[in-house]
């Protein structure tokens, strides 16, 4: 399998109807003061932003949801794909948040939970980027002029933890990427200018996410090992151990 | 993410970076973007394009178990402001066609995940006439889609808590109308709280007509 390093982790909750979120939502899950508050009237949608872990932390509460999403800083002229760090290790600080949060008053009433991961591993280029995917899974074409392939199947299971009608959805959309970074200048005529080399790697995103057909409220003593149970998901797909063919 | 780079389509940016400024360029603006895009040699044709690609959208429109957050498309956001525009002007009678019957469920079919926040900033807004917001209302509970049923029993349920009597009205009746049994809890809940004796009646009116249904 690939070495997999961890682009972003993102913890979604969606809400009882009579959720109220409170607006000290993040000082009571991050402990200080986001950087940054602005409420999109159009939307009905709050989207706070502060430092988090060496990385960025984002919450965005909007009708139906609540999105917590860890993603790493970038700096100009970065050499190597920007991530959080390695997988799984990477995620622990969003998951101990979640699992804080999920184990506290402010917690929702919610009837399904998700965890998304996008994870990356470096590769040479598109055309070996195309020849480990196709270690991994089915239809990876073979032309050498071939580009755009992506690939997203879901394979869901049982929950593990016993709770009658829950399943765990296992999506994955699978895909080579390449990475750009690159400055553009001016206004009137903007000019572009590649800061550094070209990154091609291997890109796998991950939605692992309770069912939405679930009947009632998930049972708030039980919403931590669900967590964990999104988590075993991942790395099910990230470890190689089921088979998305 | 930028994967159909080959695609015509309007494409979402990974860009998500604020405006830096790059004293050493001597240029009046810079800004950094990091763009993940596809292996090909065209990537860079679309780097500033803002919005999900036609094929994401229609992959992910239709895909029950991802839960990525959605945004509305500009045009879909601009027939949103339409409708709401042209129901300002129509009369609403119950019955009686409207902008709002006539163009609410497609335009909550095409989408309905990226389309819930403006719904509900909408009935929320004290700018939109509340007979207009209970016309959304109830058009909601009419509309026959079983992908989309949990959403809209969510903005029903949730628009029970609204300052307006019009607007708990509306949703009392798109609820009747949406037929599901599971609403039951949240207009017994509502009905504790209603101040109004006429549509606490109607709150109970619907929670007997739902509790028919699964005798």
């Known amino acids: 399998m690939p070495e997999w390093g961890i682009d972003s982790v993102r913890f979604s909750v969606f809400t009882d109807p009579n959720f109220v979120v409170p607006p000290t939502l993040w000082r009571d899950c991050v402990g200080d003061e986001p950087e940054t508050s602005t409420y999109q009237r159009a939307n009905a949608t709050k989207v706070e932003v502060g430092p988090f872990a060496e990385g960025r932390l984002t919450l965005q509460v909007q009708p139906m949801r609540v999105d917590w999403v860890h993603e790493p800083l970038v700096s100009l002229g970065q050499q190597g794909v920007s991530v959080l760090g390695p997988f799984p290790d990477a995620a622990d600080p969003l998951l101990d948040l979640s699992r804080r949060w999920a184990s506290s008053n402010s917690f929702p009433g919610t009837p399904r939970i998700a965890l998304g991961l996008v994870v990356s591993s470096s590769t040479t280029d598109r055309a070996s980027g195309y020849r480990e995917l196709a270690n991994l899974i089915e239809g990876v074409p073979t032309n050498p002029e071939a580009s755009d392939f992506m690939y997203q199947v879901n394979i869901p299971r049982t929950a593990h933890v016993d709770i009658a009608g829950l399943k765990v959805n296992r999506l994955s959309k699978w895909g080579v990427a390449l990475i750009r970074q690159f400055v553009v200048a001016g206004t009137a005529a903007p000019t572009t200018q590649v800061v550094a080399p070209d990154i091609h790697c291997l890109r796998l995103e991950l939605d692992i996410n309770t069912n939405p057909d679930f009947e009632g409220l998930l049972p708030r003593r039980r919403v931590t090992a669900i967590i964990d149970d999104l988590f075993d998901g991942a790395k099910e797909i990230c470890e190689g151990r089921i088979n998305v063919r | ?215």
């Open chain 2, 1 to 215: 993410m930028n994967e159909e780079s080959n695609s015509t389509a309007i494409g979402h940016s990974f860009s998500d970076k604020e405006p830096l400024e790059l004293t050493g360029l001597r240029r009046s603006a810079a800004v950094l973007a990091l763009h993940i895009l596809a292996a090909t040699t065209r990537g860079t044709q679309r780097c500033f394009y803002r919005e999900d690609t036609a094929g994401t959208q229609i992959i992910e429109a239709h895909s029950e178990s991802s839960t990525q957050p959605r945004k509305a498309s500009p045009e879909l956001q601009a027939r949103l402001d339409a409708m709401l525009e042209a129901a300002r002007r129509d009369i609403i009678e119950d019955g009686m066609r409207n902008a709002i019957t006539d163009q609410l469920p497609e335009l909550f079919l095409r989408d309905f995940n990226a389309i819930i926040p403006g719904l509900k900033a909408l009935i929320d807004n004290e700018r939109t006439p509340p007979i207009v917001a209970a016309e959304l209302l109830k058009e909601l509970g009419q509309i026959r889609d079983a992908t989309s049923h949990n959403s809209r029993r969510w903005l029903l349920a949730s628009a029970l808590n609204m300052a307006s009597p019009f607007v708990r009205d509306g949703a009392a009746l798109g609820l009747a109308r949406l037929a599901d049994p599971a609403a039951i809890d949240y207009l017994r809940s509502a009905i504790a709280k209603e101040p109004n004796a006429e549509i606490r009646a109607d709150l109970q009116l619907v929670v007997d007509e739902l509790a028919e249904e699964v005798r």
